[in-house]
Antibody, heavy 121, light 113 residues
């Protein structure tokens, strides 16, 4: 059974870079039709899509975050990563990684448990 | 961007009664080439990630009870829980998967009356 697990620091200082990794187990990140994505949820609020990446490296970013986001895939480690630059308090959220089914414009059929990242000095 | 608007924001329903959640998109989510509506529904319980319930507006995922039904086409969609159970207390989200940026509705909180 496919499982995803987010990892990274729980606290990031303002203006610094948030770095998260999603480890995929029970299946290959190289699955031909699968994209992999990040979605975030500020405390008590709704869901915001950040980006999707294919194992080939093809990416799709949310324009609202595009200038501050980089997403990458490491097929040898079966994981993918997110870097969000110049964070502010508004970036405080639970960050979920997920498998995206259906291409870059996709729905998310498997999710990690999520990791709370707080931006604070 | 495609804007997804859910209503109501919250509702309280008695056990065994019907719950109805609406989702409206700012553009049609129907794709002529494959006759599919690119709309998904998720259920999120406290402290958990969202769980995919319904894809393509009306296809239940494996293991999802048949009391959950998705309907609608184009810009107007509905998630119906035919007989609310205690374990259905959650926030429900719709999401368009027609185009990037992918967008979600604001969520509907379902509680027991």
């Amino acid at each position: 059974q496919l499982q995803l697990q987010e990892s990274g620091p729980g606290v990031v200082k303002p203006s610094e870079t948030l770095s998260l990794t999603c480890s995929v187990s029970g299946g290959s990140i190289r699955s031909s039709n699968s994209y992999w994505g990040w979605i975030r949820q500020p405390p008590g609020k709704g869901l915001e899509w950040i980006d999707n990446v294919h194992y080939s490296g093809s990416t799709n970013y949310n324009p609202s975050l595009k200038s501050r986001v980089t997403m990458s895939v490491d097929t040898s480690k079966n994981h993918f990563s997110l870097r969000l630059y110049s964070v502010t308090a508004a970036d405080t959220a639970v960050y979920f990684c997920a498998r995206a089914r259906g291409g870059p414009a996709a729905l998310f059929d498997q999710w990690g448990q999520g990791i709370l990242v707080t931006v604070s000095s | 961007d495609i804007v997804m608007t859910q209503s109501p924001g919250s509702l309280a329903v008695s056990l065994g009664e019907r719950a109805t959640i609406n989702c409206k998109s700012s553009r049609s989510l129907f794709y002529n080439t494959d006759n599919k509506n690119y709309l998904a529904w998720y259920q999120q319980k406290p402290g958990q990630p969202p769980k995919l319930l319904i894809s393509w507006a009306s296809t239940r995922e494996f293991g999802v009870p048949d009391r959950f039904r998705g309907s609608g086409s184009g810009t107007d969609f509905t998630l119906t829980i035919s007989s609310l159970q205690a374990e259905d207390v959650a926030v429900y989200y719709c999401q368009q998967c027609y185009d990037t940026p992918l967008t979600f509705g604001g969520g509907t909180k379902v509680e027991i009356k």
